[in-house]
């Protein structure tokens, strides 16, 4: 990731650990995640309010081809679609659901819809959520630095990682 902290990333087996001093640089790193990403990919954003998942977002749409600017918050509109890119991009935000809600949102059939997706507070679709897809972790660390850690959870998301790690390692 140009510009963080690429001195400590830590691989370990399927988990990449790292530290971005920036909104930037957390927004370059889900850039990196759009380069590499593939069809039917799903990247599960986790992190408190204004922990940089919509940023992350909006780099993953841009590593899509697809203009970041369009990337918002889909807080009060669940879903956004964004289909100008190399791919779909799917950006959930499951903030203001109830696993009994999910079934109305119609978001299974972005899972199966040929694109990218991006979930928002992952926590509220419980046993709904894929089994196989990337755990990106932000934490707080300072007012501008946040901890990054991004987790595979089956082969299909290892592939995105490694693809990832790649990105890192050549910035």
Same mark, same amino acid.
């Given at each position: 990731?140009?510009? @963080?902290? #690429?001195?400590?990333?830590?691989? =370990?087996?399927? *988990?990449?650990? +790292?530290? /971005?001093?920036? /909104?930037?640089?957390?927004?370059?790193?889900?850039?990196?995640?759009? %380069?590499?990403?593939?069809? $039917?990919?799903?990247? !599960? +954003?986790?992190?408190?309010?204004? !922990?940089? =998942?919509?940023?992350?977002?909006? $780099?993953?749409? /841009?590593?899509?081809?697809?203009?970041?600017?369009?990337? #918002? /918050?889909? #807080?009060?509109?669940?879903?956004?679609? &964004? *289909?100008?890119?190399?791919?779909?991009?799917? &950006? +959930?935000?499951?903030?203001?659901?109830?696993?009994?809600?999910?079934?109305?949102?119609?978001? %299974?059939?972005?899972?199966?819809?040929?694109?990218?997706? *991006?979930?928002?507070?992952?926590?509220? !679709? $419980?046993?709904?959520?894929?089994?196989?897809?990337?755990?990106?972790?932000?934490? &707080?660390?300072?007012?501008? =630095?946040?901890? *990054?850690?991004?987790?595979?959870?089956?082969?299909?998301?290892? @592939?995105? +990682?490694?693809?990832?790690?790649? &990105?890192?390692? $050549? !910035?």
């Amino acid at each position: 990731m140009s510009g @963080a902290d #690429t001195s400590g990333p830590r691989p =370990k087996g399927d *988990v990449l650990d +790292l530290v /971005s001093h920036s /909104s930037l640089h957390t927004e370059r790193l889900g850039e990196r995640l759009g %380069q590499a990403a593939r069809p $039917g990919d799903v990247i !599960a +954003l986790w992190g408190e309010l204004g !922990a940089g =998942k919509t940023v992350l977002a909006r $780099g993953v749409a /841009s590593g899509l081809g697809i203009d970041p600017e369009e990337v #918002t /918050s889909p #807080t009060f509109i669940i879903l956004h679609e &964004h *289909v100008l890119g190399r791919m779909p991009l799917f &950006h +959930l935000d499951l903030y203001r659901l109830s696993t009994t809600d999910l079934a109305t949102t119609g978001w %299974q059939e972005t899972l199966e819809s040929g694109g990218v997706t *991006v979930i928002e507070w992952p926590d509220r !679709a $419980g046993d709904e959520l894929p089994a196989d897809r990337l755990d990106v972790r932000l934490e &707080h660390i300072a007012e501008t =630095k946040r901890r *990054v850690v991004l987790e595979a959870t089956g082969p299909r998301s290892r @592939a995105l +990682l490694e693809g990832v790690q790649a &990105h890192v390692a $050549g !910035a």
